[in-house]
Nanobody, 121 residues
Framework: QVQLVESGGGLVQAGGSLRLSCAASGRTFSTYAMGWFRQAPGKGRKFVAAISWSGGSTSHADSVKGRFTISRDNAKNTVYLQMNSLKPEDTAVYYC??????????????WGQGTQVTVSS
């Protein structure tokens, strides 16, 4: 069982940066791939980024490539999403998830409660 708690969301102007954190409980964190997904108002949940259990492999959605970076620190049971050059269309609730390395949400078994990111123009 893994419990996930996101933090770091907030209101930022376009062009600004935020770093999201996702703290995990449980001794098995390092055995899970981690993913970030987002859901904008009235839209479905979409893949943002994923990282393998070791951190050796990462994947980012085309819409965030070159702007967002996923990373993890297994010693701290934490996964991060560094978001730079934010755009209004990045506004969404951001969720972290633990599971199998994949861009598909159904491959993830555990989910956090989400953190709101709002980018003003």
């Amino acid at each position: 069982q893994v419990q996930l708690v996101e933090s770091g969301g907030g209101l930022v102007q376009a062009g600004g940066s935020l770093r999201l954190s996702c703290a995990a409980s449980g001794r098995t964190f390092s055995t899970y791939a981690m993913g970030w997904f987002r859901q904008a108002p009235g839209k479905g949940r979409k893949f943002v980024a994923a990282i393998s259990w070791s951190g050796g492999s990462t994947s980012h959605a085309d819409s965030v490539k070159g702007r967002f970076t996923i990373s993890r620190d297994n010693a701290k049971n934490t996964v991060y999403l560094q978001m730079n050059s934010l755009k209004p269309e990045d506004t969404a609730v951001y969720y972290c998830a633990a599971g199998t390395y994949s861009p598909r949400d159904y491959d993830y078994d555990y989910w956090g409660q989400g953190t709101q990111v709002t980018v003003s123009s």
